[in-house]
């Protein structure tokens, strides 16, 4: 991963730790964009690879570096938004967002080295609204100018005129790229502008944990009963592991299946943990995190349920931490 001291670039260079103190704020951007935590490191990466690729003349003649490096990090994510539909289009089963844990809970201490910037991509994400699973995956649905449009305007609060020589479009194509956005938004029933949803954060909390509790004891009545009658279920294995390809609807079908699983797999630990901001669920197998769920609440009930088991997606929870 990377450190916050750029190979061959000396600390006393002008500006330098104004640069690199942007690095935060474009992995946040990136992974809002990309959905995917190591595609939102590589466009960071390749960004400052850009930067570094000029001289120092050309550096010194950019006005606002933080601009420079945003206009370039969303040139790096549109295209590979674009060449990600593709790929995706391929992909065995429904490809889930990468699922993000809270660092408090997990990281045990480490902060990346000492360093002004953790080591950890995954760090550097603020959890908030923004990056709710729901959220994300209504992205998912939207077009790469659209996506792009979407989120330097209505969550990182750029004009329009600036997001138009990221897109190369005009600025008011730009707003009509955002309004489309916003309908895709309304549409899913996702909160136009990400704030926080009901329950509250401890009635999430609670729900979650007697989902968990119904699911340890195997009771597939208390589980209907936790679940919305119109509940879906997606898993994303990526052909890697064992899971079914197609959403579980219903919430007779989802328990069943939760059943199912509990029976198959004997010595799984679910453990209550931070998924993208939102109480959500770990399944470990011999301290190893094999799956892990975030969910989307509505009043009492469980309405979606994202169980990730892609073992590449998994690497936040894994490498160092996740128990």
């Given amino acids: 991963m990377s450190t916050p001291t750029e190979p061959g670039h000396d600390r006393s260079e002008p500006g330098l730790s104004a640069v690199l103190g942007e690095r935060r704020r474009l992995t946040n951007l990136a992974y809002r964009l990309l ?31 933080g ?34 844990p809270d660092r408090t809970e997990w990281i045990g201490g ?38 792009v449009a979407f989120i330097l305007h209505d969550v990182f609060r750029y004009p329009f005129a600036e997001i138009a020589a990221i897109v190369d479009r005009t600025p008011a194509a730009c707003r009509q790229l955002a309004s489309s956005a916003r309908r895709r938004v309304r549409a899913a029933r ?20 007697h989902f968990k509790e119904a699911w340890e004891a ?31 609807e219903g919430s007779g079908p989802i328990a069943q299946y939760l059943i199912h699983i509990a029976d198959k797999a004997p010595g799984l630990t679910l453990l209550e943990r931070t998924v993208n901001g939102r109480p959500g669920l770990v399944a470990q197998r011999a301290g190893v995190t094999v799956t ?15 169980a990730v ?8 929870w894994t490498e160092g931490g996740g128990n």
């Fill in 190 to 209: 996702v909160p136009e502008v990400p704030r926080a949803g009901q329950p509250g954060r401890a009635g999430q909390a609670a729900l979650v944990r």
């Fill in 309 to 316: 088991r892609n073992p590449e997606k998994l690497r936040a």
């Fill in 35 to 65: 959905g995917s935590l190591a595609e939102a490191e590589d466009a960071v990466q390749e960004t400052y690879t850009r930067w570094y690729g000029m001289s120092r003349q050309k550096q010194e003649a950019i006005e606002s570096p």
């Fill in 218 to 248: 195997r009771d597939i009545k208390a589980l209907v009963a936790l679940l919305d009658p119109d509940a879906t279920m997606t898993a994303d294995g990526g052909g890697l592991v064992g899971t079914v390809l197609r959403p579980v």
């Fill in 110 to 147: 480490r902060t990346g080295g000492g360093g002004t910037e953790p080591a950890d991509p995954a760090d550097r994400i603020t959890l908030d609204e923004s990056v709710n699973m729901a959220f994300l995956v209504v992205l998912e649905s939207m077009t790469p100018a659209e996506r």
């Fill in 292 to 306: 892990v769920a975030a969910f989307s609440l509505s009043a009492d009930r469980v309405t979606r349920i994202w």
């Fill in 67 to 100: 601009a420079w490096l945003t206009t370039v990090a969303g040139r790096i994510c549109l295209n590979t938004l674009s060449s990600a539909r593709v790929r995706r289009e391929r992909y065995v089963g429904t490809w889930i967002p990468e699922p993000l």
